[in-house]
C-alpha cells in the first residue's frame, strides 16, 4: 500500500469512527451502520459541492478541506470488487450509485462523467415533481434489488415531495463465507453479559489459527473470508461503555493492523443487528452544516437549479453465523429546490459481553460495516 493510500485509510477510519460516535454515542445500546455506504454517497456529493459546502463534507470525510476526494472514490472503488477464490464458494458483491433526476432536470455533465467513473455509477429519472410516490417507489425498489430484499423501504413515506430535485442513492450488498467456519454441531447456548442483565444466546464455537492481538486494553480476532475481507471482533478486556469512547484512531488503527497468526478458541455469538437513521444532526456535528441549509452550494451538480440536502437516509443489516458473513446497506442523499436560478452555481477468546464487529477490505482498509453489539 502506498504512503497516499495508507493516509486516505487512515482518514477513513478516522471518519468511521467520528461519525459511529455521533450517530450512536449511547455504548450500551446495539448500532449498526455502513461506512462503506454513507462514505460512497457523501463523496459523490462532495464533488457536487463547491466553496465551504465541499471543505466541510471533504474535512468531515478526509480530515483536512485541501484534501483530494478522487483519493477516497479509489479506495472505495478498489474495495467494490472481490476476487474470487479456488475451491470456495464466490463471494458476492454488489455496490450501485444511482443519480436519480427529476425528469427534464439538466444535470453537468462533468458529474455525470464523475458519477460513471464510480462503481455501477448510472443517472436514472424520476417523476419527483409529478408523482412523488411513484418516484419513491422506483429508488425503493432498486435498493431492495440491489440489497437482495434486505432493504425495501430506504426512503419512507414523506421523504420524496414535489420540491424534490434529485437523490443520490449508494447501496451495497455483501456476503462472503469464512475461511475457517464454524462448526454448527459446536453452537450452543452460552452465557452473554449484557448491560440489562446475563442471558443465554446461541455461541459458535471454533478453534483455528486466526489473526490475534491484545493491546490498549483490547482483544482483537480477525476472521479472515473468501474474497479479502476480514471480520475484525474488537473485545475490549473491561467494560465496554468504559472503553469505546477511548478508542481513538491511532489505538483503533493499531488494533486493526496488530493481530498476527496464532491458535485461538473463539467463541462468538450468532448476530443479527439492524438499524435505520437520519444522518444530519449526527453528520452537523462533525461540522457539516451548510448542505443542509439554503446556503449550500451544489453548483457542481445541476445546470440551473439551485438545492440542499434535507436528508441524509441510511440504513444498514448485518448478519453472521457459523457460514461467513450477509450484509445490506443504503444512503440516499435527498436533494430539494432551494430557489430557481438562471447563473451557473489458543488463546481463548471469549465474547460473552458488549462488543464491537468491523468488517473491512483488507487491501484498502474500507469499512463495509460497524457494529456495537451489546444484546445479541
Same mark, same amino acid.
Given at each position: ?266 467463541? #462468538?455469538?450468532? +448476530?443479527? $443487528?439492524? /438499524? =435505520? %437513521?437520519?444522518?444530519?444532526?449526527? @453528520?452537523?456535528?462533525?461540522?457539516? *452544516? ?7 452550494? #451544489?453548483?457542481? +451538480?445541476? $445546470?440551473? /437549479? =439551485? %438545492?440542499?440536502?434535507?436528508?441524509? @437516509?441510511?440504513?444498514?443489516?448485518? *448478519? ?12 440516499? $442523499?435527498?436533494? =430539494? ?40
Amino acid at each position: 500500500m502506498t504512503r497516499a493510500a495508507q493516509t486516505t485509510g487512515r482518514a477513513h477510519l478516522a471518519f468511521v469512527l467520528a461519525l459511529h460516535r455521533s450517530l450512536a454515542p449511547d455504548p450500551t445500546r446495539t448500532a449498526c451502520w455502513s461506512p462503506y455506504s454513507v462514505a460512497s454517497a457523501l463523496g459523490l456529493t462532495a464533488f457536487a459541492a463547491r466553496g465551504a459546502t465541499r471543505d466541510e463534507l471533504v474535512t468531515a470525510l478526509l480530515g483536512e478541506p485541501g484534501a483530494d476526494p478522487r483519493a477516497l472514490a479509489d479506495a472505495l472503488s478498489a474495495a467494490a470488487e472481490l476476487p474470487g477464490e479456488h475451491g470456495a464458494e464466490t463471494p458476492a458483491l454488489t455496490v450501485a450509485n444511482t443519480l436519480w433526476a427529476a425528469q427534464g432536470l439538466a444535470v453537468r455533465p462533468e458529474f455525470g462523467d464523475e458519477l460513471a467513473a464510480w462503481p455501477n455509477g448510472a443517472a436514472r429519472t424520476a417523476p419527483f415533481a409529478d408523482d412523488p410516490e411513484a418516484a419513491r417507489a422506483l429508488i425503493n425498489d432498486s435498493v431492495a434489488e440491489t440489497t437482495r430484499g434486505l432493504i425495501r423501504q430506504l426512503v419512507p413515506p414523506g421523504a420524496v415531495g414535489p420540491d424534490t430535485l434529485s437523490a443520490l442513492v449508494n447501496a451495497l450488498y455483501l456476503r462472503t463465507g469464512w475461511r475457517n467456519r464454524f462448526p454448527e454441531h459446536a453452537t450452543a447456548p452460552q452465557p452473554f453479559h449484557a448491560p440489562d442483565g446475563r442471558r443465554d444466546v446461541p455461541t459458535m464455537r471454533l478453534t483455528a489459527k486466526l489473526g490475534y492481538a491484545a493491546r490498549h486494553g483490547w482483544q482483537a480476532v480477525t476472521l479472515p473470508a473468501v474474497g479479502g475481507v476480514d471480520a475484525v471482533v474488537l473485545l475490549p478486556d473491561g467494560d465496554l461503555a468504559t472503553a469505546e469512547p477511548e478508542l481513538d484512531t491511532a489505538r483503533l488503527a493499531d488494533l486493526l493492523d496488530a493481530p498476527s497468526p496464532a491458535r485461538v478458541d473463539l467463541a #462468538l455469538p450468532r +448476530l443479527r $443487528v439492524a /438499524e =435505520r %437513521a437520519s444522518l444530519q444532526e449526527a @453528520l452537523g456535528r462533525l461540522g457539516v *452544516r451548510r448542505l443542509f441549509t439554503k446556503a449550500a452550494d #451544489l453548483g457542481g +451538480l445541476f $445546470v440551473r /437549479e =439551485r %438545492a440542499y440536502v434535507d436528508a441524509v @437516509l441510511h440504513e444498514a443489516v448485518l *448478519r453472521i453465523d457459523e457460514q461467513g458473513l450477509e450484509g445490506a446497506a443504503a444512503t440516499a $442523499v435527498m436533494f =430539494r429546490m432551494a430557489a430557481v436560478i438562471r447563473e451557473e452555481p489458543p488463546v481463548v477468546v471469549r465474547v460473552d459481553r458488549p462488543f464491537l464487529v468491523l468488517v473491512r477490505h483488507a487491501g484498502t482498509g474500507a469499512v463495509y460495516f460497524l457494529a456495537r453489539v451489546v444484546a445479541p
